[in-house]
């Protein structure tokens, strides 16, 4: 018998290519896609129930098609996406409040998969340079995105120890970049000027939108149960970043921070919460250790090249690209040339 | 998972050139030294072209141009992100070049710094420096790793553990995860050490580095031992690390205890030249400075667990406390004077 699998959050882009990617299983007979919203992209022939999560008809739908495997990757990270936070943090937190609720009722239940961030560690000076699947943060998350993680964490905690028959993988993800893929880091380095905590150069870490789609189609089909960090190799500086981004950074000081990151909000040029204030002032990276021993998944693209293939598909140009950059060093090469060359001429004649 | 099932994950898309790429920048990356010199020559061949013998034209290539031609690499290396940093924030490159390359005028020629038992140091593999602390900045941890990187042998780059007040301060946090300190955690020094790297540690910390003069050459506690069990942990010896001429750079004669807390500081000095002088207080001191590397205290030998046990983990402190106590007693004898 093949397998039928349930994805939430299928309309945004994450979810539908996921979908996308299932169908062509030979393993999986059914794909079925539920949102809110209806899906922008094409799902082929996955079945779309257009739910909120929040409701009990999912556990019905859970029940009639007899699913065996539950997605979860409606845990959103803008309130901009979500219409203001509040709504925001209904769908992140009640919403899987109800879909494990539908779980758990259902014996026909053996697998969930959650996407979870590496927000959940949040970001201090007093943290370990990397952390750890079993670290416990020395500062928990206290608002937005990384606390709505941390909640959702939480209840499928509970919900694994009152279903133990049903293997949990829990990934948490680093920041998603890719060709397609929008977050509030994206738009933060799609800005023409970006502006950074003057004083900091926070280490960063990114996962490639393929290797994201990998790993969650393999956890999705094999049993390894626990928490996974999912990060490309190596890190890159934040500055590092802004300037293979091909864009001048503008360090402002620590406490006009906050301000320029409401007025930025406000714009709705950049979704900029406190909780990515710190993040982009302390910095984040994960061992990955676990990824690869474990689950034995080895990224494709490391930190670095992920962003490079974000900036190319994306088409992020500015003053600092490297042809740009590389055309004034050759053209001060020659002057320099010229320099050389004058003096010496002028003590030949 | 069977090799036969192929999804096509990168569906309408290019398929990433990893193998290419990675080539292509392994390459750009062991050529690039010279390749950056063989452009710079051949950039204009007619200007290069010797009248007289061809002979010449290695001694013709001054090397300040080629100096310049690499100095522009590197500033188009920065600009444009193409660097290298490791998961602790550690950018080798910038550290060698930029950062103690300021400083090293200071350590060769201010403080003129004296460095002794080298040999103690291993060649590669992790060891845990563990030194005294002093001098109202931390000047000497800089000068410590300058001694290491210049000096050993092997050119080893000290990776240094710092308090939490460091991360939390602008530019300073930067500069410091920049030349490859982090922080003093159990998780992060057992990282270091395990990956086969030279760390090193100040265990007194705050008190050590803004204790009164008074209380100069006295060593202050050594933290909780969190060093010692690091060190047991990884099997890794312990070398302690004696540092004179520290002390003297900045006399603290008095603590702006209220300022302090207000810029929340941990002491603001009052030396003999600081804040009376304005800025020109800042300039430290010329002392001369003898740094001694001791005997290594080997860990490998002790049993399995060594590391939970409190009571060999506090003596095995007090053993390395002691020692850098009685050794800067002995340099302190040997001293002629303070700046010579």
Not at chain 1, 58 to 76: F, N
Not at chain 1, 148 to 164: K, M, N, Q, T
Not at chain 1, 177 to 184: L, Y
Not at chain 2, 122 to 139: C, D, K, R, Y
Request: net charge neutral.
């Amino acid at each position: 018998m093949g397998r039928v699998v349930m994805v939430t959050g299928v309309s945004r882009h994450l979810g539908g290519r996921f979908t996308q990617l299932l169908q062509a299983d030979p393993d999986i007979t059914r794909v079925i896609g539920v949102d809110v919203v209806p899906p922008k992209h094409d799902l082929g022939d996955a079945e779309f129930v257009r739910a909120d999560i929040r409701n009990p008809v999912i556990g019905k739908v859970i029940a009639q098609a007899e699913v065996d495997t539950v997605v979860h990757m409606a845990v959103l990270a803008t309130p901009l996406d979500a219409g203001g936070r509040a709504m925001m943090k209904e769908i992140n937190v009640i919403g899987t409040m109800q879909l494990l609720a539908a779980c758990q009722k259902a014996p026909s239940v053996r697998k969930l998969v959650v996407k979870s961030s590496t927000a959940v560690y949040g970001s201090s000076p007093q943290d370990p340079a990397l952390f750890t699947e079993d670290l416990e943060p020395n500062a928990l998350a206290r608002s937005g995105y990384a606390k709505d993680s941390v909640e959702v964490e939480g209840y499928v905690r509970g919900f694994a120890r009152r279903r133990p028959d049903v293997t949990v993988t829990t990934l948490r993800f680093a920041n998603f970049v890719g060709p397609r893929v929008t977050t509030p880091l994206t738009s933060y380095f799609s800005l023409p000027v970006v502006p950074t905590v003057l004083g900091f150069d926070p280490r960063l870490q990114f996962v490639h939108e393929r290797d994201g789609l990998e790993v969650l189609w393999t956890t999705t089909l094999d049993d390894h149960g626990g928490t996974f960090n999912i990060a490309g190799d190596g890190v890159m500086s934040l500055h590092q970043a802004i300037h293979r981004a091909g864009r001048p950074a503008l360090p402002l000081p620590q406490p006009a921070a906050p301000w320029i990151g409401q007025a930025l909000r406000r714009l709705g040029v950049a979704d900029f919460s406190s909780e990515q204030l710190r993040f982009l002032t302390y910095g984040r990276v994960v061992d990955t250790t676990r990824m690869r021993e474990v689950l034995g998944f080895e990224p494709r693209y490391s930190t670095r090249e992920a962003f490079d293939d974000f900036v190319l598909r994306q088409g992020l140009r500015g003053p600092l690209s490297a042809d740009t950059v590389e055309a004034f060093e050759h053209k001060a090469r020659d002057v320099l040339g010229v320099l050389r060359v004058a003096p010496r001429g002028g003590a030949d004649a | 998972m069977p090799d036969a099932r192929v999804i096509p994950i990168d569906k309408g898309e290019q398929p990433p050139r990893r193998t290419a790429a990675a080539a292509d920048a392994v390459a750009a990356g062991a050529s690039r030294a010279t390749g950056e010199r063989a452009r710079s020559r051949r950039s204009n061949p007619l200007l290069d072209e010797p009248a007289a013998a061809p002979d010449e034209t290695p001694v013709e290539t001054p090397e300040w141009e080629r100096r310049l031609a690499g100095a522009l690499a590197f500033v188009r290396r920065r600009l444009t992100g193409d660097v290298e940093i490791d998961e602790f924030g550690f950018d080798p490159e910038l550290t060698e070049h930029v950062l103690l390359a300021l400083v090293r005028p200071l350590y060769e020629h201010y403080f003129r710094v004296e460095v002794r038992g080298l040999e103690n140091i291993p060649g590669e593999g992790g060891a845990l420096v563990v030194a005294n602390h002093s001098g109202t900045i931390p000047l000497d941890s800089v000068m410590t790793q300058i001694a290491l990187l210049d000096h050993h042998p092997a050119h080893r780059h000290l990776r240094m553990l710092g308090a939490d007040l460091v991360f939390q301060t602008p530019i300073v946090s930067e500069l410091a995860r920049a030349t490859g300190t982090t922080l003093a955690c159990n998780a992060d020094a057992e990282r270091l050490l395990g990956k086969g790297e030279l760390v090193g540690v100040w265990p007194e910390g705050f008190k050590g580095i803004g204790k009164p003069f008074a209380e100069r050459y006295k060593l202050q506690r050594f933290g909780r031992g969190g060093f010692v069990s690091a060190a047991l942990r990884a099997g890794v010896p312990i070398v302690p690390c004696s540092i004179v001429g520290a002390e003297e750079i900045y006399p603290i004669l008095g603590n702006m205890k209220t300022l302090a807390r207000l810029l929340g500081l941990p002491y603001v000095p009052v030396t003999p030249t600081f804040p009376w002088l304005g800025p020109l207080g800042l300039v430290p001191l010329p002392s001369k400075w003898i740094i001694e590397f001791g005997e290594p205290i080997a860990t490998e030998d002790f049993p399995v667990g060594a590391a939970d046990d409190p009571m060999l983990v506090f003596n095995l402190t007090d053993q390395v406390r002691e020692t850098i106590q009685h050794t800067l007693y002995r340099l302190l004898m040997a001293r002629r004077s303070v700046f010579f």
